[in-house]
């Protein structure tokens, strides 16, 4: 038994030895040949730049539906998301009292107008009064004159003369205070009549219901939001923007949204803000639609690139440019099989792509992601024969 497991040991381990011989073999082939990298090809183009920063949606023409009373919400007649047109019923509030209140106010109107007019026929009759009297008085004086009438009739129709005067100021008093209280009853008439009308809510402009805030049977005050309302066609996106960048932002170009729902659409730049936020040095932007997207909300979180130019030079990916530890930038070029670090000055970039300038030539090989690959490695284009795909991948 002994004898048969070391003839066994025997002929396993030349195999093992031509194993490990294949592997390290293979290792050194692939060592030789160099680590595989995504590469691209240095080309003169432009980018588009771009400058982007987080939002929200909001509306432009918000407006909160609003109580202006106390009272009881007797029903709400829309919901969210129904659309409403000017002057639709909206929420009604309970109304009793104060219809009850409006009519009380119209009856006393109404006999205080019979106030008024019975006081102004006092006063006509305190002026034909007074005209009598003072016929009286001119015709004693002119008997008394003649010797006719006594001192004292005349005396009695002076008297009766002052009188009517102080009669007629009299009744003038009382119609004017008659005619004062008629009117601040008539004040105090559309007073009511308004408050009656509160009771209704109506829509005063296009729009949808993006709130119900109050349900039947709540009891609200004067300043208690009921309904918000957006207008649609106003719904626009206001983005942040770093203030060192905002020189490049202006009315009317063109924009690119990405809601958070994954909807694309494109939008301009509607209106750039003048106030900085002192804690983040941050403008707002204000960015429209360009095309409404089918379904959106209000506050949703979206993502906005903002087109402010175009940039002409040499390209490279983005993730192609590495910086050391003093911050310099530059890129991995590929010659002889082996990566170069070449110096560059990084411009604008877009759309995956930067400008660079600098040592670094058109038609240049450079990794495409510098992360994966450092200066002086062996490398290989990954899953391609550079060769085959045109790339002069020896050339010095």
């Keep these: ?47 588009v730049v771009q400058v982007g920063g987080p939002g929200t949606v909001q509306a432009r023409v918000p407006l909160t539906v609003s109580a202006r009373l106390t009272s009881t919400v007797a029903e709400v007649a829309v919901d969210v998301g129904d659309s409403v047109q000017p002057g639709q019923l909206l929420a009604l509030l309970e109304a009793r009292d104060l219809v009850a209140r409006h009519a009380a106010v119209a009856r006393q109107q109404k006999s205080l107008a019979s106030q008024v007019e019975a006081a102004a026929a006092t006063v006509a009759k305190a002026h034909a ?12 004086a002119d008997l008394h004159a003649q010797g006719f009438v006594s001192p004292a009739a005349l005396d009695a129709s002076v008297a009766a003369s002052r009188g009517a005067e102080a009669v007629l100021r009299g009744s003038e008093a009382s119609w004017a205070a008659r005619r004062s209280d008629q009117q601040a009853l008539a004040e105090e008439l559309v007073i009511a009549r308004a408050q009656v009308g509160y009771t209704r809510l109506v829509a005063p402009m296009p729009g949808r219901v993006i709130q119900r805030l109050v349900e039947p049977g709540t009891t ?4 208690t939001p009921i309904l918000r309302l957006v207008d649609p066609a106003t719904l626009w996106i206001a983005m942040r923007v770093d203030e060192a960048l905002v020189d490049q932002v202006a009315v009317g170009q063109p924009a690119t949204i990405r809601l958070r729902s994954g909807s694309i659409v494109p939008g301009r730049v509607e209106r750039v803000t003048l106030q900085s ?13 360009s095309e409404m997207p089918r379904r959106i909300a209000i506050d ?11 940039e002409h030079g040499l390209l490279v990916p983005a993730a192609a440019v590495a910086h050391d530890a003093a911050g310099r930038a530059g ?40 992360g994966r690959a450092g200066p002086g490695m062996r490398v290989r284009p990954a899953g ?13």
């Excluded at 949703?300 to 175009?310: L, T, Y």
């Excluded at 099989?337 to 300038?357: E, I, K, N, Y």
């Excluded at 391609?384 to 010095?396: C, E």
């Design 384 to 396: 391609s024969d550079p060769t085959r795909a045109g790339i002069p991948w020896n050339s010095p």
């Design 129 to 140: 009064d007074l005209e009598l009297a003072r016929i009286r008085e001119r015709r004693d």
């Design 331 to 370: 890129v991995l070029q590929v010659s002889g099989g082996r990566t170069h670090l070449v110096p560059v000055r990084v411009g604008p970039a877009g759309g995956g792509m930067v400008v660079v300038s600098g040592r670094l030539e058109e038609g240049a090989i450079v990794v495409a992601d510098a």
């Design 220 to 223: 609200v005050a004067p300043g």
């Design 300 to 310: 949703q979180d979206a993502q906005v690139h903002i087109d402010v130019g175009r």
């Design 277 to 289: 936020d002192a804690a983040t040095r941050e403008l707002e932007v204000n960015v429209a639609f």
């Design 1 to 47: 038994m002994d004898r048969t497991l070391v003839l066994s040991r025997w002929v396993w381990l030349p195999a093992l030895g031509i194993a490990v011989l294949v592997a390290a073999a293979a290792l050194g082939w692939n060592v030789l040949r160099g680590t595989p990298v995504a590469v691209a090809v240095v080309r003169n183009g432009e980018v």
